[in-house]
């Protein structure tokens, strides 16, 4: 198994403030022959399930705001929230599917 | 517009098998590179992906639960099944199906049902 680790476990920020989240995994999840990193981040609110937002480590999925934003390669990973919103307080989730999936613990972000 | 939905039992008893059913719409099974997984959630806890079937049948397994999993599909009736013997308390979870695309990040899920393995 690829294990993955998040990093914080939780953050508070101020509204309108950036959010950065990071993830690692225990081994390369970058594909070299089609040059793509195989991770997602999800967002989940209490009492629902998880919402993609991110997939190939950085291509935003369709209708989540342009405030979120993914970068890295290899096996070191983030996620910035440009300027918090309200509505962004949730639990983040990283997911490699390099080979058999696997989540990050995640990282629970809040209001400061 | 693509929705999935859980169902099965909400209480099962240490050493029974549990079954799940996933019925799904908006897709098909039958198309390349579709396929359906299952994902699990502790109270409080994180996700756990626990299996995933192909739209030609190939399947594949957590390897920490691989021994107690099967998931199957029935394509006919837009559904896919799994099941998981041996249940035990720490298998209390919310379970959830989800449809994956071309990669195996998953876009779509369903609402999830909440399973208490309890005597």
């Known amino acids: 198994d690829i294990v993955m680790t998040q990093s914080p476990d939780s953050l508070a920020v101020s509204l309108g403030e950036r959010a950065t989240i990071n993830c690692r995994s225990s081994q390369t999840v970058l594909y070299s022959s089609n040059n793509k990193n195989y991770l997602a981040w999800y967002q989940q609110k209490p009492g629902q399930p998880p919402k993609l937002l991110i997939y190939w480590a950085s291509t935003r999925e369709s209708g989540v705001p342009d405030r979120f934003s993914g970068s890295g390669s290899g096996t070191d990973f983030t996620l910035t929230i440009s300027s918090l919103q309200a509505e962004d307080v949730a639990v983040y989730y990283c997911?490699?599917?390099?080979?058999?999936?696997?989540f990050g613990p995640g990282t629970k972000v809040d209001i400061k | 517009q693509i929705t999935l939905k859980e169902s099965g039992p909400t209480l099962v008893k240490p050493t029974q098998t549990l079954t799940l059913t996933c019925t799904f719409s908006g897709f098909s099974l039958r198309t390349s590179e579709v396929g359906v997984a299952w994902i699990r959630q502790p109270p409080g806890k994180a996700l756990e992906w626990l299996a995933l079937?192909?739209?030609?049948?190939?399947?594949r397994y957590s390897p920490s639960l691989k021994s107690r999993l099967t998931i199957t599909k029935d394509t006919s009736k837009n559904q896919v099944v799994l099941t998981m013997t041996n249940m035990d308390p720490v298998d209390t979870a919310t379970y959830y199906c989800?449809?994956?695309?071309?990669?195996?990040?998953?876009?779509?899920w369903g609402q999830g049902t909440l399973v208490t393995v309890s005597s």
């Open positions: 989800a449809h994956r695309k071309s990669g195996s990040y998953f876009a779509y």
């Open positions: 997911q490699q599917y390099y080979t058999t999936p696997t």
């Open positions: 079937i192909y739209w030609d049948g190939d399947t």
